[in-house]
């Protein structure tokens, strides 16, 4: 599938790490390094504007090495990014560590997955079909 993308950072566009991976590897774009101290969030630009198709979207999600070593996340992942939206793909990170955090020009800071998805139509009715379940939730089905 071919998506547009308007490349506004000083980096290549992103690339898929395997021939096998889901995600891209998202860039930050940075006139200045940024440091994250323990517990703050904040939003990191990739200079990349993009025009998915009708019925898709992009998921911003976190780096599993950054959030294992460093504790660094995305704090809303994941992130959606609609068909629709043409600004900057920009990347919500927090600090869940202990320790300050630097994030770099160029830093691959974020995975971009696109996915498919449905629009959905209510179907309002007084109550729904009994199941095995029901209601429990939240841990009921146990750990083990």
Do not use: C
């Not at 630009?45 to 999600?61: F, H, M, N, S, W």
């Not at 959905?120 to 007084?126: A, G, L, N, S, T």
């Amino acid at each position: 599938m071919n998506v547009k993308v308007v490349n506004l950072s000083s980096h290549a566009l992103p690339q898929y790490s395997t021939k096998q991976s889901a995600g891209l590897d998202l860039r930050a774009e940075l006139q200045n390094s940024v440091t994250l101290s323990p517990g703050q969030r904040t939003l990191i630009p990739t200079g990349l504007k993009i025009a998915l198709p009708k019925g898709y979207e992009a998921q911003v999600r976190p780096r599993s090495g950054l959030a294992y070593k460093h504790g660094i996340t995305v704090l809303n992942s994941p992130g959606t990014i609609d068909a629709d939206y043409r600004g900057d793909v920009g990347v919500v990170l927090i600090n869940h560590s202990s320790e300050a955090f630097t994030i770099e020009n160029g830093e691959r800071i974020a995975q971009l997955i696109v996915a498919k998805f449905v629009q959905i139509d209510w179907d309002e009715v007084p109550d729904l079909s009994i199941t095995e379940r029901g209601e429990d939730g939240f841990g009921s089905t146990g750990v083990k």
